[in-house]
């Protein structure tokens, strides 16, 4: 089993940043791809930004430009850099863990509230 623990969510005002840490207990990066999600109040959990063990990455036109993922293997940590925040960033944000072949991971979550 792996637990994923998420840090770093916080309130901000609109056009601050933010940085989420997320700190696996295990050594999984170097063969998962690893994502941020998120869910407004409300809505339906989305996909933010995904790195793949190549360090591909991949980003919800929502938040290109203004958002990066990124990873420290040697930590087991993978971060997501949140500029120019809106109120719509506004969600509980969640890291996940994912292969095709071996079992999947969530983190618990990190609230982000931005206001206006």
């Known amino acids: 089993q792996v637990q994923l623990v998420e840090s770093g969510g916080g309130l901000v005002q609109v056009g601050g940043s933010l940085r989420l840490s997320c700190t696996a207990s295990r050594s999984i990066f170097v063969i998962y791809d690893l994502g941020w999600y998120r869910q407004p109040p409300g809505k339906q959990r989305e996909l933010v930004a995904t790195i793949a063990p190549t360090n591909m990455t991949n980003y919800a036109d929502s938040v290109k430009g203004r958002f990066t993922i990124s990873r420290d293997i040697s930590k087991n940590t993978v971060y997501l850099q949140m500029n120019s925040l809106k109120p719509e960033d506004t969600a509980v944000y969640y890291c996940?863990?994912?292969?095709?072949?071996?079992?999947?991971?969530w983190g618990q979550g990190t609230q982000v509230t931005v206001s206006s």
């Open positions: 996940n863990a994912n292969h095709k072949f071996l079992p999947g991971y």
